[in-house]
Structures are given as structure tokens and as C-alpha cells.
């Protein structure tokens, strides 16, 4: 086990950035932290690599604890959201710097910032000050420089956020790529679910300072564990259902009522591809018009208006769409394969969902 | 033809055209007629009035002193606003504001009150003359009178730079095992420096023109605390204008000789900036 931290909390103030959380990170794992601003994360990380002390709780790397050590102590590769490259420095000394702390011997040096200067694809630019390079180029040298001491750890803030899109594209397929030569542990921050999905082997989700939950990205996508990380991981569409007779409801739609009594409310929620369309109107259950088609590449996504007026933005294949002979206007039938329930009536919600909706509504992404 | 560049700027040629006028009004027709004055004596006759022994002991002193000063407000003008930016304490703010004092205060004022301090009998000077220190009518006077007048020129330029340091990259300083002391002098300090270079550049220029103070606190003795433009503006009152005339177009280009060499020290220190 590489990195643990046993109930940590930490305070500013009267603030709690992060409260009470406990995790392991395995030898050589690639593991994402991820959550929306202002969810603990960088702090987490930040705690880590020792720029913060926890106010509660243990920091262990490699099984030693480290609350006491210092940062300089504690052999970590840290990369910064901005880079913080020294810019009285040329590339290559900036990657030396390290070396040169921890008393390399000159050609060692050398030899070292060479072999990461050609790993990084940065030969040719070792003499360039950091207002000479690019984003993209910046941004490896910060890496390369944080590696070059050989750390037992690599911790990176948000390390795709100041990129443009096709860069950061390039640069998370690089980052597994290096990550699978190197086999350093790595941490790395985002608030971007999707990125923290592709780049990572596990992720753990944040959300004000608490851990929502720890797995592989298919388990939080597929499991989620509660309705945060449910809505926050891939789109979720979430329908408010009042029980009675026996049968949850909400306007034509019905499900089980999974035991509750007649009065109550319970939500659940099921992702835009769970929704079966067919043209033929008996196929399915429920029936609805076509009322929109949009594009989006690969997929495509309909919006189906059910008699009473409710809204439903489902996602289906260009072939899917195709198979069918699906078209705006036309009636179809559809039903609703998969759904989890969220929550019920009195258990505690993730505030931004305890919103109720009236019919009318509309149902899906960009309600 | 040459294919006219685009600005995005307007008024390229207005403010220019501005700019060569203002700069002309102000400073190069007094200075042109300096050095057309001086047309009306001989080479050897302008020689022999700029190199006499009392104006040659005169430059040493006000531009060994202007020196010193400089130097002296680089270095704890630097510690000055390294305290005033990066830590908080009570009286901060009046501090702060002290700082410009030197600026505000007629320097006739600045000089009557330092003479006043460090004289035999003053507040200052009664426990430092016991001890060989001499700030009254000496040239150590001339250099603490030069040093009040050029300190806000190195704090206030270096406290916007000192602001806008990046926490970040002391922080990756350290994870990668750089102690403080390291930090500073390998990061810090060489960021710093064209700054703190500027600031010494300003504090010495004002330092070589000053006037006010240092006539009450020198005692401007001839050969031993006289500065040039006490010279210059002793020969005014003799009428010997061609005579003033020398003296200051002396000063004037070993003043634009050194700050040239102080602002390519300042370009060749900032050589990794943009």
C-alpha cells in the first residue's frame, strides 16, 4: 500500500475542507480524485504531499507516517494547477532543480534531465525560459521536474485545467501512457468526471469535504452509492414519484412502489440510454411523440413528449435510430429498461436535488 | 512599397508625435542649450573650469555618496518591503505610509532635521559623536541625508513585484526539497532582481541631483563635504555662469553614463522575462 489516510479532517477556521475520510491508494496505482469546486479534493491532495496539515487523522506513505515529516521530507513529485515553473530558469535547470538539491553529481544530472527531456518530448527546448514554451509544453516540464528526483509519488492539481480541449485530449492519453512506462503511483485532481473515468483505475468522488465513495470508474458509474455520486458521474435523469394504490407514479409513468405506503414520495433515477424506443406503437408500454432530434456525433439525442405534456430526453445510436426508421413527429412507444432507486421520502438529500417538480416537466439533460 | 502594419492600438502617430514634443519641451532644449553654453569657451578653457582639484573632490563625494545610498536603500529597501508585503503585524498600515514621507517632506526640512539629530548635542548625535560616529558636517551626513530621500524609490518600486510572486512556486520549491534559504536565493532573490535593480537606479539618479537636504547637514566645507551642485550653484552666485555651465554638463554625462550601464544591468538580469 503506497498512500493511506486514516479519519482526516481538516479545518480553516470554522471552515471544513475536508471531514472524516479514510482511503488507500495501491503501489503503482493511477487514482483520481474528483468532485466539484470546492469539494476537498485539492486539499486532500495538498495534505498529501504535506503543503497542509491535517487537523485530525493520519497521513501514511509507503506505510511510514508522515504527519511530522516536511514536505521536503517526504520525497513527492507535486504538479501545480498553474505549473509554477521557476522562470529565472531555462527548462532544463528548472527539471535539475531537484537533482541539485538532493546533491547529484553533475553528469548524473545531465544524464538524468536528458532521458526525461526525450521521455517528454521536450529535446531542443531545454534552453527555452518558461515564457518561451507553450501550455502544453510548460506543463511537461513542471512533470519532468517533479519526476526527475525519482519520487515515490506523483500528485497532480488539475492537471488538464488550463489546456484547450484538444490538447487536454492528447495530453490525458499521454498521461496513462507514461503512467503504464513509469509505474509511479499518481494522484491526480479534476472536477471533470469524465476525464477522471478515462484517465484513471480507480476514482474517488468528493463532495463538501466528504468521500462519497471510492471504486473503478465502471463500479461509480454502475453503482453508484448514493444519488451525489449517481447525478454527478454520467447524466442521470431523475424523476419524483408519489406513491399510491400500491404504485409509484408520475403522470403516465409507473413503478413499483418498493414497499412504501401510499403518500409517500420516492425518486429514482436511470441514465438517458436506459430509455427503449420503437417506432412500433405497441411494442412498448408507454406511448409518446418524437418531438425533437439533436445531433451529437456518435449518438444521438430525441426528446419524447408523452401525452400529458411531460418531457422525456432520452439517447440512443445513429444505427438504433436508423433501425427503427425513427423521424421527428412520428409515435412511438418506449420503455424505461433500467433505474435505481435514489432516494426516499425522509432520507436524506443531496441539496441540489431536493427540488420537487411539477407536471408539466421535462426530464433529462439541460432541465 | 512597404505594406503598412496593422494596430490594433489607435493613435500611434498622435501620441508619438506627443511624446518627441513633450520630451523636447522638457528635457532636451534645456539640455541642448546646456551643451550650446558651453560653445562659448574653448575646449581647454572647459577643461580646465569642469577639472578643478574642489570640483573633482566635489563629483567623488556626491557621486561616491549617491552610491553608497543607493546601494544602502537596495538592500534594506528590499528588506523594507519584504516585511511590508509578506507579514502582518500591528502599525503595518502607518508604516506603509511612512514610507512615502521622504517624498512629501520639503527636503530643505528632511536636511535641517537630520543636521538637528545627528549635531554634537542632538537626540542622536550626543550618544553616537562619544562613539566616532560623526552624521553632522561629514561625509557620512552627506550619505544619510542621500539615503532618506531615495528610500521610497526602492520599496515602491519592488512592492507590486513582491506581491505578485507566486505562492505556488515556493511551494514546488520545497516539494522538491529546497530549504527557505535555498528558495530565496535560487528562485526568489534572481526574480527579484531587475526590480530591486530598478529601484537602486532611481534612488541613486535622485540621490546624484539632490540639493536641499544635504546643503544643511554637509556643512559644505570645500574638498571634504562640498557636493557638485552646491558647486554649481556657488559659481551661479558669482555670475560665473561658464563656470556652472562646466560643472554641469560634467555631472550630467557621468550621471547618463551610469544609469545606461545601471538599465543594461537591469535588461541583461531580467533576460528571462518576456
Excluded: C
Amino acid at each position: 500500500m503506497s498512500i493511506e489516510l486514516k479519519n482526516v479532517t481538516k479545518k480553516f477556521g470554522e471552515v471544513t475542507a475536508v471531514n472524516d475520510v479514510s482511503f488507500s491508494v495501491n503501489e503503482g496505482e493511477l487514482m483520481a480524485l474528483l468532485g466539484p469546486s470546492g469539494g476537498g479534493k485539492t486539499t486532500v491532495l495538498r495534505m498529501i504531499a504535506g503543503l497542509e496539515m491535517p487537523t485530525t487523522g493520519d497521513v501514511f506513505i509507503r506505510g511510514q507516517r508522515v504527519n511530522d515529516l516536511s514536505v521536503q521530507e517526504r520525497n513527492i513529485g507535486f504538479v501545480f494547477q498553474n505549473y509554477a515553473l521557476f522562470k529565472n530558469m531555462n527548462a532544463f535547470k528548472n527539471i535539475a532543480f531537484g537533482l541539485k538539491i538532493k546533491k547529484w553529481k553533475r553528469p548524473d544530472v545531465e544524464a538524468r534531465v536528458m532521458e526525461l527531456l526525450k521521455l517528454f518530448d521536450l529535446e531542443g527546448l531545454e534552453k527555452r525560459y518558461p515564457h518561451q514554451l507553450s501550455g502544453g509544453q510548460r506543463q511537461r516540464v513542471a512533470i519532468a521536474r517533479a519526476l526527475a528526483p525519482k519520487p515515490g509519488v506523483l500528485l497532480l492539481d488539475e492537471p488538464f485545467g488550463a489546456v484547450d480541449a484538444k490538447i487536454r485530449q492528447e495530453l490525458r492519453e499521454w498521461l496513462v501512457t507514461l503512467h503504464h512506462e513509469l509505474n509511479v503511483t499518481t494522484i491526480f485532481v479534476t472536477h471533470d468526471q469524465e476525464e477522471a473515468m478515462e484517465v484513471s483505475n480507480r476514482t474517488v468522488i468528493f463532495s463538501r469535504g466528504n468521500l462519497e465513495q471510492i471504486g473503478t470508474p465502471r463500479e461509480v458509474y454502475e453503482q453508484p452509492a448514493n444519488e451525489f455520486v449517481a447525478r454527478f458521474i454520467g447524466v442521470m435523469i431523475v424523476l419524483e414519484l408519489h406513491v399510491s394504490k400500491g404504485v409509484a407514479r408520475l403522470n403516465e409513468l409507473e413503478f413499483p412502489s418498493h414497499g412504501l405506503p401510499d403518500g409517500e414520495r420516492l425518486r429514482i433515477g436511470f441514465r438517458p440510454y436506459s430509455v427503449q424506443i420503437s417506432s412500433d406503437v405497441k411494442a412498448y408500454r408507454y406511448r409518446a411523440i418524437l418531438r425533437h432530434t439533436y445531433f451529437l456525433g456518435v449518438m444521438l439525442r430525441v426528446e419524447l413528449e408523452l401525452p400529458s405534456g411531460l418531457l422525456i430526453r432520452a439517447r440512443m445510436t445513429k444505427e438504433e435510430y436508423a433501425f427503427q426508421g425513427l423521424a421527428d413527429g412520428k409515435d412511438v412507444s418506449f420503455q424505461i429498461r433500467q433505474y435505481r432507486v435514489l432516494a426516499r421520502e425522509g432520507e436524506k438529500l443531496a441539496p441540489e436535488v431536493a427540488v420537487t417538480h411539477d407536471v408539466p416537466l421535462t426530464l433529462g439533460e439541460g432541465i | 512599397m512597404a505594406e503598412k502594419k496593422f494596430n490594433a492600438l489607435p493613435g500611434f502617430g498622435l501620441t508619438m508625435g506627443f511624446t518627441i514634443f513633450y520630451l523636447s519641451a522638457i528635457a532636451l532644449i534645456p539640455i541642448a542649450g546646456l551643451f550650446l553654453k558651453t560653445l562659448e569657451i574653448s575646449l581647454t578653457d572647459f577643461w580646465r573650469l569642469a577639472t578643478t582639484d574642489r570640483a573633482l573632490a566635489a563629483y567623488e563625494l556626491t557621486f561616491g555618496a549617491s552610491l553608497v545610498a543607493a546601494l544602502a536603500n537596495a538592500l534594506f529597501g528590499t528588506v523594507l518591503a519584504w516585511v511590508l508585503v509578506r507579514y502582518e503585524f500591528p502599525g503595518k498600515r502607518f508604516i506603509d505610509a511612512l514610507v512615502d514621507f521622504p517624498f512629501a517632506l520639503p527636503t530643505a526640512v528632511a536636511g535641517l532635521t537630520l543636521a538637528n539629530l545627528f549635531a554634537d548635542n542632538g537626540w542622536l548625535g550626543q550618544w553616537l559623536v562619544p562613539l566616532g560616529i560623526k552624521g553632522a558636517f561629514t561625509p557620512l551626513g552627506v550619505i544619510i541625508a542621500l539615503t532618506f530621500v531615495g528610500m521610497p524609490f526602492a520599496v515602491r518600486t519592488l512592492q507590486p513585484v513582491l506581491e505578485n510572486l507566486e505562492r505556488e512556486v515556493e511551494e514546488a520549491a520545497a516539494t522538491l526539497g529546497a530549504s527557505r534559504v535555498r528558495t530565496f536565493f535560487s528562485i526568489i532573490a534572481p526574480t527579484l532582481l531587475p526590480t530591486i535593480i530598478t529601484g537602486f537606479a532611481l534612488a541613486f539618479a535622485r540621490a546624484v541631483g539632490e540639493y536641499g537636504s544635504i546643503v544643511f547637514i554637509s556643512g559644505n566645507q570645500p574638498f571634504k563635504t562640498e557636493i557638485a551642485p552646491y558647486l554649481i550653484v556657488m559659481r551661479l552666485d558669482e555670475y560665473d555662469y561658464t563656470g556652472a555651465v562646466a560643472l554641469a554638463v560634467v555631472l550630467m554625462v557621468i550621471s547618463f553614463a551610469m544609469l545606461y550601464v545601471i538599465n543594461w544591468l537591469e535588461t541583461w538580469s531580467s533576460r528571462f522575462q518576456n
